[in-house]
């Protein structure tokens, strides 16, 4: 499957028809446990010796496939689903962290995992530093010889900034260190940071790859081009005996997908965030449209970024795809010379503006989500971002009259409708506000 395009992965990867069954759709393995041959049979899967599958904590053929999918879609070796796109990125970077260690992080982060970087992960003893920009320069500034990842969004939700993968993978490997990117809202259908230098992707499932706002997942994905062996002093944990596994030493028993194994037999066995095998069969019916969806998706925000950029009611539009944005260099570099479907606009008025256009939508749904088929509007500052102090959000890119946008594949006339009549409503409360004071 390796040399067949996206679209064809999103559709085949990482299953033939079920052995037992034909089945061409992929079955839902609704199981817990898996019978043993025998005790010896039982003590070679236990022992890493046999291939097969032992308990549904660890690993679900279910599951399975949509790993072994969502890993040739991101051009990795391996990678392992779990519940949601948080417990992805708690894996993610505690796999690769002892307390007194830190990673480097860019500042433009989703409101949750701010909150798990700076304060969840502080009271385990590890620390997360914010970096002043998102530029690789701001990041080389702040490692040290305590540093063991550097963090960015590809694309940064909400402030919609682009990130330099190729230069932060530079700078974090001129370190000695992997760089860990969340490729949530470009997906790698327009997207594939392991091709620019990223070492280890994660994904909230939950948004586009699912695509129908219907089910909760995360996954990570091993590029197997980190070369833990090299940096043994930095990574013991990859390099020497693990003594809560028989005394396995994972870069040994596993080669180039030393870091994923490790983050299933140590952090999916033992605290346990399974993804369900109903929940994978459901964000692989998803998958199986990404591509379609996605382009879509980009036209369509397309067509609204344009109409609110030249609409007086609107003071800015924050869009990738406009010429004069300042990531839109790297967004035509690393985005196929597209923009995502994900942007923000202020509406004139402020919070207040921003709460009255964003209560005047009727199509366009109000929640705090993304990458559904549906458009869905956010309002950051009362919402997602709202537990950071105002220096936080705006270092997040955060503003209060900031209004995120989600375009979704509906006809795209009938999103701008809509929120043509919500800008309309707003503003004429405005009026109404105006005569009478
Ligand atoms: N990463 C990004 C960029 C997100 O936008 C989100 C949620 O909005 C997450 C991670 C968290 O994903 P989940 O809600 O699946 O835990």
Request: contains cysteine.
């Given at each position: ?47 890493l010796?046999?291939?097969?599958f032992r308990y549904s904590r660890i690993s679900n053929?279910?599951c399975a496939?949509?790993e ?10 391996e990678a392992m689903a779990v519940?949601?796109?948080?417990a992805a990125?708690?894996y993610a970077?505690?796999n ?123 996954i990570i994905?091993d ?19 693990d003594?809560?596994y028989?005394?396995l030493?994972y870069?040994?028993h596993f080669?180039?997908a030393a870091y994923i194994a490790r983050c299933r037999s140590v952090y999916l066995r033992t605290t346990g965030s399974v993804l ?162």
């Amino acid at each position: 499957m390796s040399k067949v395009r996206k679209e064809t992965i999103a559709i085949h990867g990482g299953y033939e028809d079920d052995p037992t069954t034909h089945s061409v759709a992929v079955p839902i393995y609704q199981t817990v446990a898996y019978a043993f041959d025998s005790a010896d049979h039982g003590a070679a899967l236990f022992n890493l010796e046999a291939e097969g599958f032992r308990y549904s904590r660890i690993s679900n053929p279910t599951c399975a496939v949509l790993e072994r999918r969502v890993a040739q879609l991101e051009g990795g070796v391996e990678a392992m689903a779990v519940g949601s796109g948080q417990a992805a990125l708690h894996y993610a970077v505690a796999n690769l962290l002892d307390p007194g260690k830190n990673i480097v992080s860019v500042p433009q982060l989703y409101g949750t995992t701010h909150t798990l970087f700076a304060h969840y992960l502080r009271r385990l003893g590890i620390t997360v530093r914010f970096a002043e920009s998102d530029q690789p320069a701001a990041i080389a500034a702040l490692l040290d010889e305590n540093s063991r990842g550097v963090f960015c969004e590809t694309v940064g939700n909400p402030a919609g900034n682009m990130c330099d993968i190729e230069g932060l993978a530079r700078v974090a490997h001129a370190h000695g260190v992997p760089l860990i990117v969340d490729n949530t809202v470009a997906t790698p259908i327009l997207l594939r940071p392991i091709e620019h230098g990223a070492d280890i992707v994660v994904h909230s499932m939950t948004k586009f790859m699912g695509g129908h706002g219907t089910t909760m997942g995360g996954i990570i994905v091993d590029s197997g081009k980190f070369p833990w062996r090299n940096h043994a002093r930095r990574f013991p944990m990859f390099n020497e005996p693990d003594e809560s596994y028989h005394g396995l030493v994972y870069t040994d028993h596993f080669g180039d997908a030393a870091y994923i194994a490790r983050c299933r037999s140590v952090y999916l066995r033992t605290t346990g965030s399974v993804l369900s095998p109903l929940s994978a069969f459901l964000l692989l019916q998803g998958i199986e449209t990404v591509a379609l969806r996605v382009e879509r998706h980009v036209e369509n925000a397309r067509r609204v970024a344009e109409f609110l950029r030249n609409d007086p009611r609107v003071d800015w539009v924050n869009y990738v795809g406009f010429p004069d944005n300042p990531y839109h260099a790297l967004a035509r570099k690393y985005l196929n010379g597209k923009a995502c479907s994900l942007l923000t606009f202020g509406a004139k008025g402020g919070y207040d503006g921003a709460v009255r256009f964003y209560d005047a939508l009727k199509l366009i749904k109000r929640l705090v989500n993304l990458g559904d088929a549906k458009s869905l509007a956010c309002h950051p500052a009362s919402t997602t971002h709202r537990q950071m102090t105002r220096e936080e959000q705006v270092k997040a890119g955060v503003t209060p009259e900031m209004i995120r946008l989600s375009i979704g594949i509906e006809h795209a006339d009938d999103i701008i409708a809509d929120l043509d009549q919500a800008l309309d409503a707003a503003r004429l409360r405005l009026d109404v506000l105006a005569a009478a004071s």
